[in-house]
């Protein structure tokens, strides 16, 4: 599916090894968030660093494996990388002055550009043709216009009032970032080009909807570990992050399982 699959994997496999190595060092010392996050956000960056620990050996393993002929891991290890560059830009744009700070805008930066190569060296030529089941294929697209019109409406909804205020609130702005410059719009453009039956939409819309689940569900793990920092806890937000995030889970999967793929060689 991709050419020059050496020279990805290999942007793969450094990525990985630099996010599993930070990552680990925030789990293993959390006193490097000390002075720069609230005790009410330590959970959640807890919480990323574990998903995101696990999320680079999966991907190592992927970086080290994978064939051309293996299409659907190289679709999760799109995912993985957007994960990783939606990661370590929250923490770049929250302003984590950390030591570490050097090493998240790289992190950024590497798995954004890695995302870039994949895509431009995204081939073609190579498919002959990719079905996915006709009520799979509505819902997806109903998903992928959907969530961005949820989503959109409830941070302009949290935007206006701060806007108006002149406030910034922890942890949050780099949310509104990210998802609306980033994710929103590539959701909505994955729809379109799914309506107009196009091949990398077929490719795109797994990898989406795995990086929002493996996203919630790490917020979702951040909710339920805040009692363990002394941190208010709220049932109602932790299930409702737990459910989105399997559903999303849930169309990731069904999008891999029932796609079918036909190659010209």
Sequence with gaps: MIKN???NKKLWLITAILSLLVS???????????????????????????????ISILLIYIALKVTKT?????IIALSFLAYIFYAYSIYAIEQIYNSFYLFYL???????????VTLTNYDKSYFKELKLNKYLK????TFLILIPLLFCFLWSSQLLPLMAAGEKKEF?????????????PAMI????????????????????????FTLLFSVAIGSFLRP?????????????????SLSFLALSILNFVQLKITTKK
């Design 5 to 7: 699959l050496e020279l």
């Design 24 to 54: 680990l060092t925030g789990l293993i010392n959390q006193d490097i968030y000390s002075k720069v996050i609230s005790k009410e956000i330590l959970p959640g960056v807890v919480s990323q660093d574990l998903i995101t620990f696990i």
């Design 70 to 74: 293996a299409i659907k891991p190289q």
């Design 106 to 116: 790289l992190l950024s930066s590497l798995s954004f550009w890695s995302i870039v």
């Design 138 to 141: 509505y819902l997806t697209i």
């Design 172 to 184: 949050t702005f780099s949310i509104y970032i990210l998802d609306l410059i980033f994710v929103l």
């Design 189 to 212: 453009i994955t729809a379109l080009i799914l309506i107009k039956d196009k091949i990398i939409g077929y490719l795109l819309a797994p990898a989406l909807f795995f990086k929002a």
């Design 228 to 244: 363990l920092y002394n941190v208010n806890f709220s049932a109602e937000q932790a299930f409702f992050y737990l459910i989105l």
